[in-house]
């Protein structure tokens, strides 16, 4: 049972995330369900972890203080239910290292490493599958993701894929042989391959160090033979590349040239520069910031800051990870003790964002982002996870060549220990654990680290009958140890039922949003609010609750006043429970104004506009409601901050789509805010930009009008105020 259990999460988390990265929250919740629940049966665990070597049982106290430094952080958590979501992961992890560990045996564990193996090749063939048939775009630019929706971290997965292969031949799961030599080739020119395509300069400089973990040793022809078995693997790799790059082409129905091959190579060797842009706008399509002068109020372009200009000078990779890690050195010296919460950087990220061109929900470094996080205890309590583990793997390759009960154990803990090095080496500059694969594929590590440093076997049979039998007279001898047991057990079967009420709540989330959008509006709520009763640490079911209770209220007639002061009752528990999302104080704001308390909307929206400068629909709706109430130096004061920054922001059509629709309405409101403080050639030159924009935009066409009619005082008559 345990060890079904231990193969499937493992297979689950490698091959699920097909759909696109990320771990479902119902699913993970079972495992986690049924992995506390094996612990709870297997009794004979904590006699293991106690009887375990010296470094093992530190390992797991550093393990445990990481843990219980993101579970505790959920009292002082800038965002509760992401703090809950995220100790929920680390739960499910250690549980992980706790049946790898203390309830595998060695075969177990070669069998497990056999299926690592085979769903991580499959990962790998999927993502060059992906990356052949993905039709448009110019591809010698389009770097493959694998099942990943992020290059780099799928390329620190393959990167371990490729370490565990040029060390060890590998187990077939459902057999008591290695793999095929032909299979082994296989495998490892998958990994090679999409690697290469993943195009990550990080894992490419690490790796390196990692192969020198792998070829560590004293025997010359096992070194020669790891060194044959890159080699192969390598040239598998190049050619099975090199055949998805000439069939890409033939495939979409792209022209076939030999100059977009080499580009191709160029690109992956890093002959050509990785930030360099696709064939350039569509027809029609010029993009501020790409040559033509800033607009009118948009003054010198990014923020003045010279750092600031280096960041805009740089590539997207290095420029955007440098104004990550000096979002997150802010929040340090915010919080250096305490941290924000676990999980909770996507939440002051937009508080505490450097430049407006990058924003990431990960700080693509995972020492700062548990500093910044869960403070200096968690850190502290990483870093000491880091080095134990080291020290454990130490001690398993030393304990392995001395009892010598199989030589491939031997390699398989080298080729685990440089897929170990380069995880922790490239998670200092990448966010690879914050993908739940990642991190499971290293917490499984350190249980294989532990149950290899074990001192007596664990194997099938006797040995390990003798070891039950050892440890129950060992338990039973010992006063009050089976009230303890039963302790212990009853405690994991009350967490797995409390960890469960996240998922159950979502559920009725869910379940209450479709009947909601389907019209059975009192069943919607019902559920909505049995949402907010399982699970009253998620703001989700009260933001749903306002947002439905306004629409009812303006279908309603006389009720609509009540509706509202309900809705408003609502957002207010939603933002006590995530004081940081701009979009909650926006939707009160909107309530608020939709009621008649303009001046309280106006403050809504300056704090939605706090959290997320660099929002652009906050800081024009606050700009629209000030020219609504008369107030145009304020509405205009906005504007401009938006348009200094907005040509940077807007670099390509692409980004434009997501909020172009603002552009011309906000040429439009900085011309009439002009217009009204007299400026008539300002007013002019921003109707001029937003009819550049949109040609047929109405406002646009009436403030010209407006223009050929103002006297020389410039006055347009008071719009009506917009909701």
Same mark, same amino acid.
């Given at each position: 049972?345990?060890?079904?259990?231990?193969?499937?999460?493992?297979?689950?988390?490698?091959?699920?995330?097909?759909?696109?990265?990320? /771990?479902?929250?119902?699913?993970?919740?079972?495992?986690?369900?049924?992995?506390?629940?094996?612990?709870?049966?297997?009794?004979?665990?904590?006699?293991?972890?106690?009887?375990?070597?010296?470094?093992?049982?530190?390992?797991?106290?550093?393990?445990?203080?990481?843990?219980?430094?993101?579970?505790?952080?959920?009292?002082?958590?800038?965002?509760?239910?992401?703090?809950?979501?995220?100790?929920?992961?680390?739960?499910?992890?250690?549980?992980?290292?706790?049946?790898?560990?203390?309830?595998?045996?060695?075969?177990?564990?070669?069998?497990?490493?056999?299926?690592?193996?085979?769903?991580?090749?499959?990962?790998?063939?999927?993502?060059?599958?992906?990356?052949?048939?993905?039709?448009?775009?110019?591809?010698?630019?389009?770097?493959?993701?694998?099942?990943?929706?992020?290059?780099?971290?799928?390329?620190?997965?393959?990167?371990?894929?490729?370490?565990?292969?040029?060390?060890?031949?590998?187990?077939?799961?459902?057999?008591?042989?290695?793999?095929?030599?032909?299979?082994?080739?296989?495998?490892?020119?998958?990994?090679?391959?999409?690697?290469?395509?993943?195009?990550?300069?990080?894992?490419?400089?690490?790796?390196?160090?990692?192969?020198?973990?792998?070829?560590?040793?004293?025997?010359?022809?096992?070194?020669?033979?790891?060194?044959?078995?890159?080699?192969?693997?390598?040239?598998?790799?190049?050619?099975?590349?090199?055949?998805?790059?000439?069939?890409?082409?033939?495939?979409?129905?792209?022209?076939?040239?030999?100059?977009?091959?080499?580009?191709?190579?160029?690109?992956?060797?890093?002959?050509?520069?990785?930030?360099?842009?696709?064939?350039?706008?569509?027809?029609?399509?010029?993009?501020?910031?790409?040559?033509?002068?800033?607009?009118?109020?948009?003054?010198?372009?990014?923020?003045?800051?010279?750092?600031?200009?280096?960041?805009?000078?740089?590539?997207?990779?290095?420029?955007?990870?440098?104004?990550?890690?000096?979002?997150?050195?802010?929040?340090?010296?915010?919080?250096?003790?305490?941290?924000?919460?676990?999980?909770?950087?996507?939440?002051?990220?937009?508080?505490?964002?450097?430049?407006?061109?990058?924003?990431?929900?990960?700080?693509?470094?995972?020492?700062?982002?548990?500093?910044?996080?869960?403070?200096?205890?968690?850190?502290?309590?990483?870093?000491?996870?880091?080095?134990?583990?080291?020290?454990?793997?130490?001690?398993?390759?030393?304990?392995?060549?001395?009892?010598?009960?199989?030589?491939?154990?031997?390699?398989?803990?080298?080729?685990?220990?440089?897929?170990?090095?380069?995880?922790?080496?490239?998670?200092?500059?990448?966010?690879?654990?914050?993908?739940?694969?990642?991190?499971?594929?290293?917490?499984?590590?350190?249980?294989?680290?532990?149950?290899?440093?074990?001192?007596?076997?664990?194997?099938?049979?006797?040995?390990?009958?003798?070891?039950?039998?050892?440890?129950?007279?060992?338990?039973?001898?010992?006063?009050?140890?089976?009230?303890?047991?039963?302790?212990?057990?009853?405690?994991?079967?009350?967490?797995?039922?409390?960890?469960?009420?996240?998922?159950?709540?979502?559920?009725?989330?869910?379940?209450?949003?479709?009947?909601?959008?389907?019209?059975?509006?009192?069943?919607?709520?019902?559920?909505?609010?049995?949402?907010?009763?399982?699970?009253?640490?998620?703001?989700?079911?009260?933001?749903?609750?306002?947002?439905?209770?306004?629409?009812?209220?303006?279908?309603?007639?006389?009720?609509?006043?009540?509706?509202?002061?309900?809705?408003?009752?609502?957002?207010?528990?939603?933002?006590?429970?995530?004081?940081?999302?701009?979009?909650?104080?926006?939707?009160?704001?909107?309530?608020?104004?939709?009621?008649?308390?303009?001046?309280? /909307?106006?403050?809504?929206?300056?704090?939605?506009?706090?959290? /997320?400068?660099?929002?652009?629909?906050?800081?024009?709706?606050?700009?629209?409601?000030?020219?609504?109430?008369?107030?145009?130096?304020?509405?205009?004061?906005?504007? /401009?901050?938006?348009?200094?920054?907005?040509?940077?922001?807007?670099?390509?059509?692409?980004?434009?789509?997501?909020?172009?629709?603002?552009?011309?309405?906000?040429?439009?409101?900085?011309?009439?805010?002009?217009?009204?403080?007299?400026?008539?050639?300002?007013?002019?030159?921003?109707?001029?930009?937003?009819?550049?924009?949109?040609?047929?935009?109405?406002?646009?066409?009436?403030?010209?009008?407006?223009?050929?009619?103002?006297?020389?005082?410039?006055?347009?008559?008071?719009?009506?105020?917009?909701?």
């Amino acid at each position: 049972m345990t060890m079904a259990l231990a193969l499937s999460m493992t297979a689950v988390f490698c091959l699920t995330l097909l759909a696109g990265g990320g /771990a479902d929250l119902r699913l993970a919740t079972a495992f986690l369900a049924a992995g506390l629940a094996v612990c709870a049966w297997d009794r004979h665990l904590p006699g293991r972890l106690a009887a375990s070597q010296p470094e093992v049982r530190r390992l797991a106290v550093w393990l445990g203080l990481y843990v219980c430094a993101g579970l505790v952080s959920i009292v002082w958590s800038v965002y509760p239910q992401g703090t809950v979501l995220h100790s929920i992961n680390l739960l499910l992890f250690l549980t992980l290292f706790c049946i790898t560990a203390f309830s595998l045996d060695r075969e177990g564990a070669r069998r497990l490493w056999g299926a690592v193996l085979l769903a991580g090749s499959l990962a790998c063939a999927y993502g060059l599958t992906d990356y052949l048939v993905s039709p448009g775009g110019h591809f010698p630019h389009f770097r493959l993701s694998g099942t990943f929706t992020y290059p780099n971290a799928f390329a620190a997965f393959a990167g371990c894929i490729l370490c565990l292969l040029v060390a060890w031949a590998g187990r077939l799961p459902w057999a008591h042989r290695p793999f095929r030599s032909w299979l082994h080739a296989a495998l490892g020119g998958l990994a090679v391959a999409a690697l290469l395509g993943t195009n990550s300069r990080g894992v490419l400089l690490v790796l390196p160090l990692a192969l020198v973990v792998v070829w560590w040793g004293p025997s010359v022809q096992r070194r020669r033979l790891r060194l044959k078995r890159l080699m192969t693997a390598g040239l598998v790799g190049l050619v099975l590349l090199s055949a998805v790059v000439l069939l890409k082409p033939a495939v979409t129905g792209e022209p076939l040239t030999l100059r977009a091959f080499l580009a191709v190579w160029g690109h992956r060797l890093r002959v050509t520069e990785p930030g360099t842009p696709s064939a350039g706008p569509a027809e029609g399509d010029t993009p501020q910031g790409s040559g033509e002068a800033p607009p009118p109020g948009a003054e010198a372009g990014a923020p003045p800051s010279g750092l600031l200009r280096l960041i805009s000078a740089l590539g997207s990779g290095p420029g955007g990870r440098l104004t990550f890690w000096m979002a997150a050195v802010d929040v340090i010296g915010d919080h250096p003790l305490s941290g924000t919460g676990a999980g909770t950087f996507p939440k002051v990220h937009l508080s505490y964002q450097v430049h407006p061109r990058y924003y990431a929900s990960e700080v693509h470094s995972h020492y700062l982002q548990v500093w910044a996080e869960t403070g200096v205890v968690g850190l502290l309590a990483w870093l000491g996870v880091m080095v134990a583990g080291l020290i454990v793997l130490r001690s398993a390759q030393r304990h392995v060549g001395s009892e010598a009960e199989e030589d491939s154990d031997s390699d398989l803990l080298r080729g685990l220990g440089g897929g170990f090095v380069l995880l922790v080496l490239h998670s200092a500059v990448d966010l690879d654990l914050s993908v739940p694969a990642v991190q499971a594929v290293l917490w499984l590590m350190l249980g294989t680290f532990c149950l290899f440093a074990a001192h007596s076997l664990r194997t099938r049979g006797g040995a390990r009958q003798v070891e039950k039998r050892a440890l129950g007279r060992k338990d039973a001898g010992r006063p009050g140890a089976p009230a303890l047991s039963l302790a212990v057990r009853a405690g994991l079967v009350g967490l797995a039922v409390l960890v469960s009420l996240p998922a159950v709540s979502m559920a009725a989330v869910h379940s209450g949003y479709r009947l909601a959008s389907g019209g059975r509006w009192e069943e919607g709520l019902d559920r909505l609010l049995l949402a907010a009763r399982v699970n009253p640490l998620d703001p989700t079911p009260h933001y749903l609750l306002a947002t439905y209770l306004n629409q009812m209220a303006g279908l309603s007639g006389g009720d609509g006043a009540s509706l509202r002061d309900t809705a408003l009752g609502e957002l207010e528990a939603a933002i006590r429970l995530d004081p940081w999302n701009p979009n909650l104080w926006y939707v009160k704001a909107q309530v608020l104004a939709q009621s008649g308390d303009r001046e309280a /909307a106006i403050v809504s929206l300056r704090r939605a506009v706090a959290i /997320a400068p660099y929002m652009p629909e906050y800081r024009y709706r606050l700009a629209r409601m000030y020219a609504d109430e008369g107030r145009y130096r304020d509405a205009l004061t906005e504007i /401009a901050e938006l348009l200094r920054w907005w040509h940077v922001f807007i670099l390509n059509s692409e980004a434009r789509k997501a909020v172009g629709h603002l552009e011309d309405d906000i040429y439009v409101l900085a011309g009439e805010s002009a217009l009204h403080l007299g400026d008539l050639e300002t007013a002019k030159t921003y109707a001029g930009r937003a009819l550049s924009f949109n040609p047929e935009n109405a406002d646009a066409l009436g403030l010209l009008d407006a223009l050929e009619e103002a006297p020389s005082g410039g006055q347009l008559p008071r719009r009506r105020p917009r909701a």
